[in-house]
């Protein structure tokens, strides 16, 4: 996930050749050209990092469902036109295509030209029964994305998204899917929940000055599932929610001493006062993960969303 995202972009490109079936290792991100405003980015390497542990977490159990949605969606002879937004590097192209039969076109969006790069030179390129997956990318905000901009969908997806919108941006959001008639799966939206093992006085103290920088602003956070599956509602969506956890332990050490340096640090940046402590804390928790000792679970949801196809057909 990196940034809200839309299709108003003005970049497209097409997947390069030679195929690949993740990115290559990520170097440091480039400085922006000469006039190319600056954007707001996530590490390519992180994103990278996380990779795995999204495919592990993300709920298999709603890809039924949406695959029956998809077998019986109008114009179905035609390929399967998926629009990833806040695509990132890409991860989940590179997780669903390979799940869903039938030729695909992937339309990758995301604020940051450099993460649409990282997408590109590792999108997939064969869906489940050996179909080509194609993939072009747009550059835009997701405050313009309307029902017009996903004409001809047949899929909205996003990972790690919801929880960094505010209501009018999911507002924004749910009122273009259901314009548009085509269903969603919208993985990976932090709930608030965190679960270290073995447990630590400071835990749930870090966990609520966690929480509340996410809701830093008029952002939703841990909030955002709800809020979402009330607009969806309220539009006359069908909405299926279902856990998606990370678990994390000593295979993962690498991510869980990331994740752990970002949770505290922005935790310290809500209540500057819990510093001292937050230090010798997290000294602690990164020895104990080196050690093999430390489990960790990051409480997500996923969600599918199935409004009424376009023009009314059931």
Same mark, same amino acid.
């Given at each position: ?46 994103? &990278?990092? #996380? ?6 977490? #993300? ?154 920088? &996410? ?100």
């Amino acid at each position: 996930m990196s940034t809200s995202t839309t299709p108003t972009g003005s970049e497209e490109r097409t997947a390069p050749e030679a195929p690949q079936s993740a990115p290559a290792v990520l170097s440091a991100i480039p400085t922006p050209g000469p006039g190319e405003p600056e954007v707001p980015r996530y590490a390519p390497q992180w994103l &990278q990092l #996380r990779e795995p542990a999204d495919a592990a977490a #993300r709920a298999h159990d709603l890809l039924d469902p949406l695959r029956i949605r998809l077998a019986n969606r109008p114009g179905r002879s035609t390929d399967l036109v998926v629009h990833d937004l806040g695509c990132g590097t890409g991860s989940m192209g590179r997780w669903l295509a390979p799940l869903l039969d039938g030729a695909q076109h992937w339309v990758l969006h995301d604020r940051d030209p450099y993460l649409l790069h990282f997408a590109t030179v590792g999108a997939p390129r064969a869906a489940a029964d050996g179909s080509r997956v194609t993939v072009t990318t747009q550059r835009g905000d997701i405050g313009r994305l309307t029902p017009d901009a996903l004409t001809g969908a047949s899929l909205v997806t996003a990972s790690a998204l919801l929880d960094v919108l505010t209501a009018e941006e999911i507002d924004t959001l749910a009122t273009a899917v259901v314009g548009a008639g085509c269903p969603a799966l919208l993985t990976l939206s932090v709930v608030g929940q965190v679960e270290l093992t073995p447990a630590h006085p400071m835990d749930q103290e870090i966990g609520a000055a966690f929480n509340a920088h &996410q809701r830093r602003g008029e952002l939703l956070g841990p909030d955002s599932v709800s809020a979402a599956c009330e607009v969806f509602d309220r539009l006359g969506a069908s909405v299926r929610v279902h856990p998606s956890p990370w678990r994390l332990g000593a295979e993962q050490a690498e991510l869980t001493q990331e994740w752990l340096r970002g949770w505290v640090g922005a935790a310290v940046e809500q209540r500057p006062e819990l510093a001292a402590r937050a230090d010798t804390y997290l000294r602690d928790r990164l020895a104990a993960c080196a050690a093999g000792e430390l489990r960790v679970v990051v409480h997500h949801s996923d969600v599918l969303v199935l409004p009424r196809p376009a023009g009314g057909v059931s």
